[in-house]
């Protein structure tokens, strides 16, 4: 049996209000692009919480990285920020959003500390494996990104594509 390589999508934005529905776009593209339709909606809202959460609750830096990993069979998504402070799930409803909504929407999440601050993540399996191709990871372009935001400074979001 062969295994197929793994895709990757890597974007690092500066987290703000205006920046997500930004970062929903180019998500939904390339998750799109690995043919996970059906995902689009739940990964774009639990990844919407997780940025919103850098806006609200990162100290200093608000820069982050959002992280796709597609095997064939699981999903696994990351918000990784700058601050050390570890989230706290508080409630086990999601009244007002935040990590409660995305461990609703996902099969499993937590988090982990790094050296440089921590990262979020959470995952979703699809029951039969699908095809993950997407050719030479040098001839896969990047997801265009759609209605810019006024004043974006040229290289304002910086995105990576590759096949591991």
């Given amino acids: 049996m062969h295994d197929q390589p793994a895709c990757r999508y890597v974007l690092e934005v500066q987290a703000s209000a205006q920046?997500?529905?930004q970062v929903r776009r180019i998500l939904a593209a390339h998750l799109r692009h690995w043919a996970l339709n059906a995902h689009v909606p739940p990964v774009c809202r639990a990844v919407d919480e997780l940025i919103g959460n850098v806006v609200r609750h990162a100290r200093g830096d608000k820069s982050c990285e959002v992280e796709l990993r597609w095997t064939g069979r699981q999903l696994v998504v990351s918000v990784a920020d700058?601050?050390?402070?570890?989230?706290?799930?508080?409630?086990?409803?999601?009244?007002?959003?935040?990590?409660?909504?995305?461990?609703?929407?996902?099969?499993?999440?937590?988090?982990?500390?790094?050296?440089?601050?921590?990262v979020v993540w959470f995952s979703r399996y699809v029951k039969e494996a699908q095809r993950v191709g997407l050719g030479d990871a040098s001839t896969a372009p990047a997801a265009p990104e759609a209605n810019p935001l006024p004043g974006t400074p040229p290289g304002g979001v910086r995105t990576t594509t590759s096949v591991a």
């Fill in 19 to 21: 920046r997500i529905p």
């Fill in 82 to 118: 700058r601050d050390h402070r570890m989230p706290q799930l508080t409630g086990c409803r999601p009244p007002k959003g935040g990590l409660a909504t995305v461990a609703l929407l996902s099969d499993s999440w937590g988090t982990c500390a790094t050296p440089s601050g921590k």
